[in-house]
T-cell receptor, first 115, second 113 residues
Framework: AQKITQTQPGMFVQEKEAVTLDCTYD???????LFWYKQPSSGEMIFLIY??????QNATEGRYSLNFQKARKSANLVISASQLGDSAMYFC????????????FGSGTQLTVLP | DAGVIQSPRHEVTEMGQEVTLRCKPI?????LFWYRQTMMRGLELLIY????????DSGMPEDRFSAKMPNASFSTLKIQPSEPRDSAVYFC???????????FGAGTRLSVL
C-alpha cells in the first residue's frame, strides 16, 4: 500500500521569501511518480510539478522545485519568491508503479503568504 | 484545449434523490478518473477508466454509486439514492497513456440535505 504524509497542516511565509512544504511517502514499488497540486480557495486542482523515481535530477517548473531525496523517501516542494497568489492548499500525491494509474494524496498543507 | 469540464458546478439535493454528475475529459486522453474530496477523508479515488473501460472501482463506496463512460468524451457518476454523507466535492480528471500528469476539472460541489 502507498502512503503520503504531509505533516504541516498550515504554513506562513512572507511575500518574496522562499518556503518548503514537506512530503514523505511510503511505497514498495521500485518505480513511482510524485506530484504536487495546488488548490486555491476557488477549489480547482492545479498541477504544479512531477518527479519520477528514476529521474536523476530534481524537477523544476518556474518558481517551483521538488527536492527529491529517495533514500529518505521525501519529496518536498520549494516555492521561491512567494507571491500573494501562492496562498492555497498544496497536496503531495503519488502514483505507484506497474499498470496502476491512480493517485494517492496526502492531507495537504495550507500555505498563507503574508504581505 | 478547454480542459476537463464538469457539470454541474454545484448541486443541492434532498436525501433519497438521484444525482448525476457529468464529466467531459480532455480530447484524446485515454484515462478518466473520479475522485471525491471530503474534510474527513481528503481526496480519494472512486473509479477510473481506460479507453472507456472501468479498470479499478474499488473506491466506490457502495452500490448506491455507479459510473459509466459510454464514449471517449463523456462520463457520468450517479448516486441513487443520495444520502447526507455523500456531500463532498467530486472531481473528474483525465490523462494520456503516455503521460503521468492528471488534469482535473473544476469539481462538482454536492450537498445532500
Amino acid at each position: 500500500a502507498q502512503k503520503i504524509t504531509q505533516t504541516q497542516p498550515g504554513m506562513f511565509v512572507q511575500e518574496k521569501e522562499a518556503v518548503t512544504l514537506d512530503c514523505t511517502y511510503d511505497t514498495s514499488d521500485p518505480s513511482y511518480g510524485l506530484f504536487w497540486y495546488k488548490q486555491p480557495s476557488s477549489g480547482e486542482m492545479i498541477f504544479l510539478i512531477y518527479q519520477g523515481s528514476y529521474d536523476q535530477q530534481n524537477a523544476t517548473e518556474g518558481r517551483y522545485s521538488l527536492n527529491f531525496q529517495k533514500a529518505r523517501k521525501s519529496a518536498n516542494l520549494v516555492i521561491s519568491a512567494s507571491q500573494l497568489g501562492d496562498s492555497a492548499m498544496y497536496f503531495c500525491a503519488m502514483r505507484g508503479g506497474g499498470s496502476a494509474r491512480q493517485l494517492t494524496f496526502g492531507s495537504g498543507t495550507q500555505l498563507t503568504v503574508l504581505p | 484545449d478547454a480542459g476537463v469540464i464538469q457539470s454541474p458546478r454545484h448541486e443541492v439535493t434532498e436525501m433519497g434523490q438521484e444525482v448525476t454528475l457529468r464529466c467531459k475529459p480532455i480530447s484524446g486522453h485515454d484515462y478518466l478518473f473520479w475522485y471525491r474530496q471530503t474534510m474527513m477523508r481528503g481526496l480519494e479515488l472512486l473509479i477510473y477508466f481506460n479507453n472507456n473501460v472501468p479498470i479499478d472501482d474499488s473506491g466506490m463506496p457502495e452500490d448506491r454509486f455507479s459510473a459509466k463512460m459510454p464514449n471517449a468524451s463523456f462520463s457520468t457518476l450517479k448516486i441513487q439514492p443520495s444520502e447526507p454523507r455523500d456531500s463532498a466535492v467530486y472531481f473528474c480528471a483525465s490523462s494520456l497513456v503516455t503521460e503521468n500528469i492528471q488534469y482535473f476539472g473544476a469539481g462538482t460541489r454536492l450537498s445532500v440535505l
